[in-house]
C-alpha cells in the first residue's frame, strides 16, 4: 500500500460558502493578474488549483503519482482559529462532513483527515470525538493555535481527547513567527513554515504536554521543520539552562524520537538524517500535494534516499501509515 500521508482538500462545498456575500470566513473567492481563480486568504491571493477541489484530477494525480491512497486535510487558511468559535465549529463541520463523504465515495483512494476549531478546546474535544466516528483516525492542527501556542494549559482538553481516541496529531505550520521579515522570496513559507514548526515541538517538548498526554501520537510536517537538525542544542540547553530544566525529565531528543514526521524535505539526503536521529519507522511519505511546492514524485523520491533497507522503504511508503490510520 502506498500511501501519501500530507495533501490537501477544499471542498466544493466550502468554496460555495465561501462564494457567498457577506460569509464570515474573511476568504472570498478572486482572481490572479493572469485571470487564473485565486483564493483572497492568508493576506495573500492562493492560487485555486484544481488539484485542491476536482476530484477527477485529484484522481489522476494518484494514478499519475503511483498511490493507492491520499490522507486529505485542509490548507492552513481553512483552519480559522481567528473567527468566533461558532464560526470556526461551523466550518470544522463543513470541512470535516465533506471530507468524510470523499472518503466513502472513494474508499480504495482517499483517507479523511479531521480538522477541529482549536480557539475552542472543549469544541476541538467534541468535533474530534465527532470526527472519529465519521471514521477519521487522524487529526490537523496548526502549529498555534490563534493567540495560544500548543503547550497552553487551555487545550488539555482537546489533547485527552486525541490520546484517549488513538488519533494521529498531525501538526503543520500556520502562522510563522517574524512573518514581516520573509515577505519577499516566498520565505515564509521556505523558512517561516518551517520555524513554526520548530517552535511549536519546542513548546509541547520543554512544557511537558507530552509527559501529561504520554500517549498522544504526533506527526510533524516537513519533516519536523529544523527540530531534527537541533536536537543537539535542545539537549545542551536541558542540561545547562535554568529555564529548560524543572519541567521534563529526559533529553529533548528523547521526545522527538516519540514523534512521526513525513519526508517532505526535497533532499533525499536530508530524509536518511531524519531516519539516523529518529528511526526510519517514524517517517511518512508526503507531498504537500498540490501546492507549487509539492513533492512530484514521492515514490520516486524515497526509492532516492541512501541507505534504507527495502523493507524499512515499503514502511515509509505506506506501511506505517496504515498501521496509524488503520488503512488495510
Not at 95 to 101: G, I, R
Request: glycine share 10%; net charge negative; hydrophobic share 45%.
Amino acid at each position: 500500500m502506498i500511501v501519501d500521508l500530507h495533501t490537501h482538500y477544499i471542498p466544493p462545498a466550502y468554496l460555495e460558502w465561501v462564494g457567498k456575500k457577506n460569509n464570515p470566513l474573511g476568504v472570498r473567492l478572486d482572481k490572479l493578474p493572469s485571470g487564473r481563480p485565486a483564493l483572497a486568504a492568508d493576506n495573500r491571493l492562493i492560487p485555486l488549483l484544481d488539484g485542491f477541489h476536482d476530484v477527477e484530477v485529484k484522481l489522476a494525480d494518484i494514478r499519475k503519482q503511483g498511490l493507492d491512497r491520499q490522507v486529505v486535510s485542509p490548507p492552513p487558511f481553512l483552519f480559522h482559529y481567528d473567527l468566533p468559535a461558532q464560526v470556526g465549529a461551523e466550518s470544522s463541520r463543513l470541512l470535516n462532513d465533506e471530507a468524510a463523504a470523499l472518503q466513502r465515495r472513494h474508499p480504495d483512494r482517499f483517507v479523511a483527515m479531521a480538522t477541529v476549531p482549536l480557539q475552542d478546546p472543549e469544541a476541538a474535544a467534541a468535533e474530534l470525538e465527532r470526527a472519529y466516528g465519521l471514521g477519521m483516525r487522524s487529526v490537523e492542527i496548526g502549529a498555534r493555535a490563534g493567540e495560544h501556542d500548543l503547550d497552553h494549559p487551555s487545550l488539555a482538553p482537546f489533547w485527552a481527547a486525541a490520546e484517549r481516541l488513538g488519533m494521529l496529531v498531525c501538526i503543520h505550520p500556520v502562522s510563522p513567527p517574524g512573518r514581516e521579515r520573509m515577505k519577499e522570496y516566498y520565505l515564509f513559507n521556505l523558512i517561516g513554515f518551517l520555524v513554526d514548526t520548530t517552535v511549536a515541538a519546542g513548546r509541547l517538548i520543554f512544557a511537558g504536554v507530552l509527559d501529561r498526554f504520554p500517549g498522544l501520537r504526533i506527526c510533524l510536517a516537513h519533516a519536523g521543520g529544523m527540530a531534527v537538525w537541533i536536537q543537539g542544542r535542545f539537549d545542551h540547553g536541558f542540561r545547562v539552562l535554568h529555564q529548560c530544566q524543572g519541567v521534563i525529565h529526559r533529553p529533548p531528543s528523547e521526545y522527538l524520537k516519540g514523534m512521526f514526521f513525513d519526508t517532505i524535505t526535497h533532499r533525499p539526503e536530508a530524509v536518511r538524517y531524519v531516519a539516523d536521529a529518529v528511526g526510519a519507522d517514524r517517517l511518512l511519505m508526503g507531498t504537500d500535494y498540490p501546492f507549487a511546492v509539492k513533492e512530484s514524485d514521492p515514490v520516486g523520491f524515497v526509492a532516492s534516499v541512501p541507505g534504507l533497507t527495502e523493507e524499512e522503504r515499503a514502511a515509509i511508503r505506506g506501511g506505517t501509515a496504515c498501521r496509524l490510520l488503520g488503512i488495510g
